[in-house]
């Protein structure tokens, strides 16, 4: 059974810091692409960060500078670190796997930023 677990919300002031965390199991881990999107109430889902299974790094204009995707293959498990986050930083964020055709999502962690 397949599982993405995402970890680490919370209220947070404006200009503070959170670390997500997305604990994969069921699947060979190292092998997928990994991504966190988050979506805001009446507001479509949208990319933040990913990471491919080599490492490399694409990120939302809006995030840059200030969110970090990470990943450890040790532990099956991609971080985001959120930095200088802003009110419209709140969403809940979701974590995807992806191989090829084969896509899983979490079930997602909310961020609020108060201001």
């Known amino acids: 059974q397949v599982q993405l677990v995402e970890s680490g919300g919370g209220l947070v002031q404006a200009g503070g810091s959170l670390r997500l965390s997305c604990a994969a199991s069921?699947?060979?881990?190292?092998?997928?692409?990994m991504g966190w999107y988050r979506q805001a109430p009446g507001k479509q889902r949208e990319l933040v960060a990913a990471?491919?299974?080599?490492?490399?790094?694409n990120y939302a204009d809006s995030v840059k500078g200030r969110f970090t995707i990470s990943r450890e293959n040790a532990k099956n498990t991609v971080y985001l670190q959120m930095n200088s986050l802003k009110p419209e930083d709140t969403a809940v964020y979701y974590c995807k796997g992806v191989l090829y055709a084969t896509v899983y999502w979490g079930q997602g962690t909310q961020v609020t930023v108060s201001s």
């Open positions: 990471i491919t299974s080599a490492g490399v790094t």
């Open positions: 069921g699947i060979r881990f190292s092998i997928y692409g």
